[in-house]
Structure formats: structure tokens, C-alpha cells
């Protein structure tokens, strides 16, 4: 900024009101020519207000960079196709027995919550039940918590959140092709989506929040949503019949799946959890590399 000139602007602005001395037009126009000739049009010396915000457009690319947001976490790459497949003569293709599983229990149609508390048992009459073991135990009439009626066909597949307590997924068979979750303590349907076809078994992944759904005519795929949205991430397909059985590895990552084609087939659909890195020490013992003097 100008100082001397911003002065003189000042004073002779206060000089021309105590004095006002009335000029031409002729004089006037000459006098903004010669202004403009000699780059004397600064009146405006002062701005009593806050600059505009730079556009993002004309930000520098190292400032850019800066301000960009977190970057997202890379998106899993999920094999199309499954990584073993056994062959399984004479396998029961029957929608109602449940043949498959990772450990020593199998489940039918009948599954314990992780915390022992409820149970969740589907039927070939169309009904969920849900049962506490205190209300179970009691002198109760009905004994059950919740008699839930909401599907239209068989419910085999039922699965308890890992993450989540008190939600439970449950598929209904061919009539009814809905997954639906239930809120177990009060007895709600949170929300309920049309798979498109008959669905066989149900698992959740134990680290992330997706669900994996298995099924049967048209594709005999297994698909896998996104929680709680439920937008299809993959459709896995590979089995010639409904895949009626899947169980999960100890480790959360691999799923083996059989079906009535009589194979069994290891999906590694889950990807690998992340390994958790030792906390460090806090406050360490101050010079404890070097060796102490007896």
C-alpha cells in the first residue's frame, strides 16, 4: 500500500469539503483522462471487508493434496470362483435336513445366540420362534418370547449377528424368497429383502458387516450383501444345484458350501482378517538398552 498517497487522498478529500469549489464538466472529464493516463485511480485504498474464499479450482496442487479427503480403505478383491472342490456321492438334496458343518455341533433349525441367552428355531410351518432361557425355564403358558409369522414359506436359514447383539437374519424357502432381521428382544422386523430366489443358509462375517446368503433355483449362487444396506457385493456361482449347507472356518475367512450337485466347494470370500499390531510399551524404562553396573 501507497501510505503517502493514501495521505494525500485523505486530506485533500477533507480539503474539498471545507472548500468546495464548483468545476466544469469540461474540467471534470479532463481531469479523469488525465487519471487514467498517469494510473491515478486509486481512491479505493481501503478494503473494510473479508477476501472472498479461493475457489477449489484454483487451489495449488501441493495445497490440494492436503485438503483431499481420508483415503478410503482399498476395496477387496473376492475370487469368482471357489478354491477346492470335493466331491460328495450321494448326498441328501433335501431342503429341510442340514448336512454340513465346520465344527463338531451341527445345526438344524436351530441356532443359540452368542450369548446363550435366546434361541431361534425356524420351522416347515412358516413360523419363527424365538425362546429365552429364562422364559423357558419359567411356570410361562407359552414358554416361547416371540412367535414371529412374517414369512411365507419354510424358514431354514437363520443366522445371530456377530457384531450386533439382539439382530438375527433369517431366509425363508421358494414361496417366501425374503431375508428378513428381527430385533429378538422386542420382537420387531427391522427389515426385510427379496433375495430372488429360495434361501438355503445364512452367515455373517465375523469381520466385516456383511452377510452371506445361499440359494437355489435359478442360479444356485451364493451372494453377498452389505449390511445394513444389503447392496449385493458378489454373486458366486459354481454349484449346478441349490446349495444347501455352509459352515465357516475357525478363522472367519473361508466358507465351504455343498449342494445337492454332490460337491463341496471352499470359497475364500471373506478375504483374510487384519492382524492386530502389539500395543507398544507405554513410559519405557529409561536407558533400559544399556547395561547395568553391579
Not at 429364562?134 to 457384531?163: G, I, M, Y
Not at 449342494?259 to 507398544?280: Q, S
Request: glycine share 6%; charged share 20%; with cysteine.
Amino acid at each position: 500500500m501507497d501510505f503517502d498517497y493514501a495521505h494525500y487522498m485523505l486530506m485533500e478529500a477533507r480539503k474539498g469539503k471545507e472548500n468546495p469549489v464548483a468545476s466544469s464538466p469540461a474540467k471534470e472529464a479532463n481531469r479523469k483522462q488525465l487519471a487514467e493516463a498517469l494510473n491515478l485511480n486509486r481512491s479505493r485504498i481501503l478494503a473494510f471487508k473479508n477476501k472472498p474464499p479461493i475457489p477449489a479450482e484454483s487451489l495449488l496442487p501441493e495445497t490440494a493434496s492436503v485438503q483431499q479427503a481420508k483415503p478410503t480403505k482399498p476395496r477387496r478383491s473376492i475370487p469368482q470362483t471357489s478354491e477346492r472342490t470335493l466331491d460328495a456321492p450321494e448326498i441328501i438334496d433335501d431342503y429341510y435336513l442340514n448336512l454340513l458343518d465346520w465344527g463338531s455341533s451341527n445345526v438344524l433349525k436351530q441356532q443359540w445366540s452368542a450369548s446363550g441367552q435366546q434361541l431361534a428355531s425356524g420351522g416347515n410351518d412358516n413360523l419363527l420362534h424365538i425362546w429365552d432361557r429364562s422364559v423357558a425355564s419359567s411356570n410361562s403358558p407359552t414358554q416361547w418370547l416371540h412367535r414371529l409369522e412374517d414369512h411365507t414359506a419354510a424358514v431354514k436359514a437363520l443366522a445371530w449377528c456377530p457384531f450386533q447383539a439382539n439382530l438375527l437374519a433369517s431366509g425363508g424357502g421358494g414361496g417366501d424368497r425374503c431375508i428378513k432381521f428381527w430385533n429378538t428382544h422386542t420382537g420387531a422386523c427391522l427389515n426385510s429383502v427379496d433375495a430372488g430366489s429360495q434361501v438355503c443358509s445364512l452367515l455373517w462375517n465375523k469381520n466385516e458387516r456383511q452377510l452371506l446368503s445361499s440359494h437355489g433355483f435359478t442360479q444356485n449362487q451364493l451372494t453377498l450383501w452389505k449390511y445394513p444396506s444389503m447392496v449385493k457385493i458378489a454373486e458366486l456361482t459354481g454349484h449346478t444345484s441349490r446349495v444347501l449347507y455352509m459352515a465357516q472356518s475357525p478363522d472367519g475367512c473361508t466358507v465351504a458350501s455343498a449342494a445337492g450337485d454332490e460337491t463341496l466347494r471352499f470359497w475364500n470370500v471373506f478375504g483374510t482378517p487384519e492382524l492386530v499390531k502389539p500395543a507398544t510399551k507405554a513410559n519405557p524404562e529409561p536407558f533400559a538398552h544399556f547395561n547395568r553396573i553391579r
